[in-house]
C-alpha cells in the first residue's frame, strides 16, 4: 500500500533530472516536457542563472522572517510593478495562498462580501480558492462552500449583470482559463468587467498564477485582454520550479492590508525571492518576450498546419496552447508519453501544450510530430 494519500493521479514515470526542456526518467530514457510542471519551468530544467542564484543565496541566508525587513522582496516587487499600475505587493508560496490574499484583501477594503467568479473557472484548492473554482469536480465532497462567491458563466453578459448588486466586492477571473480548457476572456466580456467594476465601486481580480510571467508572450496576459485588475496573483512561472506566489495591489488597497491582517511564515523567503528575481529578469526582458511570441507562432502554425480544423480547435497565446479534439484525450496523454512527449490535460477534452519559454523550434517541430502521429491515428487503447 502507498506511504501517500491518493489524491494525485499519477503517471507511472519517475522524473530524476532535467536540463532546459527534456526531462529523463530513472529508467534513462527522455522526454519532452511539454507540460513545465503545469506552467512552472519557465526558464526550462536547470537553467544555470537559476542554480547559480540558488548556489549562491544558499551560502547567504535561506530563511528570515517577516518580522524584518526585506529589500530583496522590495527589489522583486519594484520588477514585477516597474511600468505596470500596480505599486504594492505581497509574496506568498503558491496560487492558492496568492488567491486568498486576494479575496480577503478585497473583502477587507471594500467591506463587502460577494466575489464573482466564472464556470469552468480554477482558483485553487485551499478553501476560499476551491469555493471561488467555478468547477463542481472540484468541491464535491468538501461541503458546504462558504458562500462568499456566485460564480456564472464565463463571457456572459446578461448573466454576470443579473448578479451584481450592492453587496459585491470583486470580480475575480483568469485572463484565458488554463485548467478549464484554455477559454480566453473576450474583448466584449472585458470592456463590461470594466465598466462594471468602475462604475459600481467592485474590484477586478485577474488570477495569472497560470497565465503570468510570460506564459502568453508578454509579462501579463492582462496586457493583452483589456482589463486594467485592481489585484492580480502570480505563482507557478514566478519561481521557475522554486514554490512562490504574489499578490499586486494598487495603490488605493494599501492601507487595507495594516501590520497583523494577513501573513505567512515562509512567504517572501530569501532562496524564493533570489530565484524568482533571476526568472524576472530574464522573462521580462524584451526579446526574450519577442522570442517567445515567435515561437508560439511557430507552434501553433504547425499545429494549424497538421491537424485538420474541423476536427481540432486551437486556441490559447504564447506558449499556453489548448488543441480541442472534442473528445476524451486521456489516452492521447499516455500515448505521448510512450512516444518520449509530456502533455496535460486542460477539462476533458483539450490537450494543453505548455513548454519552458525556453522552448527551441526544433522542440517545437519534434513534438509536434509526435502529436500529430497520435491523435490523427485513431486510438488503440
Ligand atoms: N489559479 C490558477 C489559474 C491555476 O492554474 C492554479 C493552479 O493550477 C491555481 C490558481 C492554484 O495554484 P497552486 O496549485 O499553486 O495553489
Redesign the pocket.
Known amino acids: 500500500m502507498s506511504t501517500l494519500f491518493k489524491n494525485y493521479a499519477r503517471r507511472p514515470v519517475h522524473l530524476v533530472k532535467g536540463e532546459g526542456t527534456v526531462v529523463e526518467d530513472a529508467d534513462g530514457k527522455q522526454y519532452l516536457d511539454f507540460t513545465s510542471g ?2 512552472v519551468v519557465s526558464l526550462g530544467h536547470a537553467h544555470p542563472a537559476i542554480v547559480n542564484a540558488i548556489q549562491v543565496q544558499s551560502e547567504k541566508l535561506w530563511h528570515v522572517s517577516n518580522l524584518f525587513e526585506s529589500p530583496e522582496q522590495g527589489n522583486l516587487a519594484a520588477s514585477l510593478m516597474n511600468d505596470t499600475h500596480f505599486s504594492h505587493a505581497f509574496f506568498c508560496n ?6 486568498e490574499a486576494a479575496i480577503k484583501l478585497a473583502r477587507k477594503h471594500t467591506g463587502k462580501s460577494t466575489i464573482i467568479t466564472f464556470d469552468q ?6 478553501f476560499g ?1 476551491m469555493a471561488a473554482t467555478g468547477q463542481d469536480k472540484i468541491k464535491q465532497g468538501f461541503g458546504p462552500m462558504l458562500e462568499t462567491f456566485k460564480t456564472v458563466p464565463f463571457n456572459d453578459l446578461s448573466s454576470l449583470e443579473a448578479v451584481i448588486d450592492d453587496d459585491v466586492a470583486a470580480i475575480m477571473l ?1 485572463v484565458i ?3 478549464g480548457g484554455i477559454h480566453a476572456v473576450t474583448p466584449e466580456f472585458a470592456t463590461v468587467i470594466s465598466d462594471i467594476c468602475k462604475s459600481k465601486g467592485i474590484l477586478c481580480i485577474v ?5 503570468g510571467i510570460g506564459r502568453t508572450g508578454t509579462r501579463y496576459a492582462y496586457e493583452q485582454s483589456g482589463l486594467k485588475p485592481d489585484i492580480m ?1 502570480l ?2 512561472g514566478l519561481g521557475g520550479g522554486f514554490p512562490i ?1 504574489a499578490m499586486l495591489g494598487i495603490a488605493e488597497l494599501f492601507d487595507s492590508f495594516g501590520p497583523g491582517t494577513h501573513g505567512t511564515t515562509f512567504g517572501g523567503n530569501p532562496l524564493a525571492v533570489a530565484v524568482a528575481q533571476t526568472v524576472v529578469d530574464h522573462v521580462f526582458d524584451k526579446n526574450f518576450l519577442k522570442d517567445v511570441q515567435e515561437k508560439s507562432e511557430a507552434l501553433i502554425q504547425r499545429l494549424k498546419e497538421s491537424l485538420p480544423p474541423e476536427q481540432f480547435d486551437i486556441r490559447g497565446k504564447g506558449l499556453l496552447i489548448g488543441i480541442d479534439c472534442k473528445g476524451d484525450v486521456s489516452p492521447y496523454i499516455r500515448q505521448a508519453e510512450e512516444a518520449g512527449l509530456l502533455i496535460v490535460q486542460a477539462g476533458s477534452d483539450v490537450i494543453r501544450l505548455l513548454p519552458p519559454l525556453t522552448v527551441t523550434e526544433e522542440e517545437i517541430d519534434q513534438a509536434v510530430d509526435i502529436l500529430t502521429s497520435i491523435v490523427l491515428v485513431p486510438s488503440t487503447i
Open positions: 503545469i506552467a503558491s496560487g492558492a495562498e496568492a488567491n473557472s480554477f482558483h485553487g484548492r485551499t480558492a483568469e482559463q488554463g485548467e488570477d495569472e498564477v497560470q497565465t496573483t505563482a507557478k506566489g
